[in-house]
């Protein structure tokens, strides 16, 4: 699925260097490697401010809670993303809302969105830019215009995408990146990050990473302890130099996949392949960088399997749908409610990408699953 020793050979020597630096130093927590990340981060997604933290799940929790999201609060989200997405809601308090995907981009949907919007009011919209692909933010602002609420990004998979040129980062009134070893901008461990526009935001979510101090031992409120490991933030700044290159090798692999679809299996257009395989509809208004190159197929499991024969990595981000998880069957919403969601379960199918993947590699894929389907 992905060969990260491939970055690691490149990286060695710049890598080894940063960390010496920090371990000669001895100063291991949110040491001065952080706040430079912070800042060339905030740069990057022309935010105002940056807030490192333990990772994207605690940036998630940092984020909402400074925004004073709690009990009696609702937040509008989708079903179809990873489970911290949902349980942050939840830690906070406050209850989640969900609305049903598009079945084209994955993302939330907007027509969904308004309606549940009138249904109920919600105190924040926490979206998702699922796969490395912006939601549809000329949709989702103006349901904040008309509702009068908060727009948070989950940027997780998404470090480097933009809308209509502006980055992810810097969309909503904040915005949370993970840099989990897999994820496009990655720390070799834990790690993570809250953008804001908002001085106060960032402010809060300094005071909530150290257990609500901003003096020494004068805790103010209920805080956590998510603090950003200096060597981790090392890493990260020594990535951060290449990450635009390693987008523009993904969107690279993603344009090869799709030449290489087209030649040797028909691609069928819309969003419900009889048979055959959808490749990934990119949204013009936005910029793709591609975290994951996820077709859609019907005999979604035979394939993986046939693959997985051949040798040949794949993944399902992700097989259930967050109503059908156990963990959150309390929320009440029952099979068959968000069917986009449920059904892209079914049929998604992540294929290998990464920068350093090779033409070979992709082709060696795609011949594969043309004989699968022949
Ligand atoms: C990875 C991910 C997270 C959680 O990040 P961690 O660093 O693993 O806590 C949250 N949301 C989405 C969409 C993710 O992909």
Redesign the pocket.
């Known amino acids: 699925m992905a060969d990260f020793s491939r970055q690691y050979n490149k990286i060695r020597a710049e890598i080894q260097v940063a960390l010496e630096a920090v371990c000669s130093r001895q100063h291991f927590i949110l040491g001065e490697e952080v706040a430079r990340l912070e800042e060339q981060i905030a740069a990057h997604c022309r935010a105002a401010f940056a807030v490192g933290c333990a ?3 605690d940036a ?1 929790w940092l984020a909402l809670q400074a925004a004073g999201i709690g009990p009696g609060d609702r937040v509008l989200t989708t079903p179809f ?2 489970f ?2 949902i349980s942050s809601i939840l830690r906070c308090g406050a209850q989640p809302v969900l609305a049903d995907i598009d079945p084209r981009t994955f993302n939330v949907s907007p027509y969904a969105s308004r309606a549940a919007l009138l249904r109920e009011p919600v105190r924040a919209i926490l979206a ?1 830019h699922l796969y490395g692909q912006c939601a549809d933010w000329d949709a989702l602002r103006s349901l904040q215009q008309q509702h009068g609420c908060i727009l948070i990004e ?1 940027a ?2 998404a470090f480097g995408a933009a809308w209509r040129g502006v980055p992810a980062g810097s969309l909503g009134d904040s915005a949370t990146f ?1 840099f ?1 070893p897999t ?1 496009n901008l990655s720390a070799y461990g ?1 790690a ?1 990050m809250v953008t804001t526009l908002h001085r106060d935001m960032a402010e809060r979510m300094r005071m909530l990473r150290s257990h609500g101090m901003r003096q020494r031992y004068v805790h103010e409120e209920l805080g956590w302890n998510s603090r950003l490991d200096t060597l981790q933030a090392a890493i990260l700044l020594v990535k951060l130099r290449y990450i635009d290159e390693w987008n523009r090798q993904r969107q690279q692999c993603a344009a090869r996949y799709d030449a290489l679809f087209r030649k040797y299996i028909l691609a069928e257009a819309g969003p419900y392949p009889q048979h055959g395989v959808v490749t990934p509809s990119v949204d013009p208004r936005g910029t793709h960088v591609f975290h994951q190159y996820v077709i859609r197929v019907n005999r979604r499991d035979e394939l993986r399997s046939f693959l997985n024969q051949c040798g040949i990595g794949s993944e399902v981000y992700y097989p259930a749908p967050l109503h059908m998880q156990p963990a959150l069957r309390s929320l009440g919403y029952a099979a068959g409610s968000l069917p986009e969601s449920e059904r892209a379960a079914r049929e998604v199918l992540a294929l290998p990408i990464f920068p350093e993947l090779t033409e070979e590699e992709q082709m060696r894929v795609v011949e594969a699953i043309a004989k699968f389907f022949n």
Do not use: I, N, R
């Open positions: 990772s994207g799940t998630l993303s990873f911290a997405t998702v989950d997780a998979q993970s989990y994820k834990d993570g």
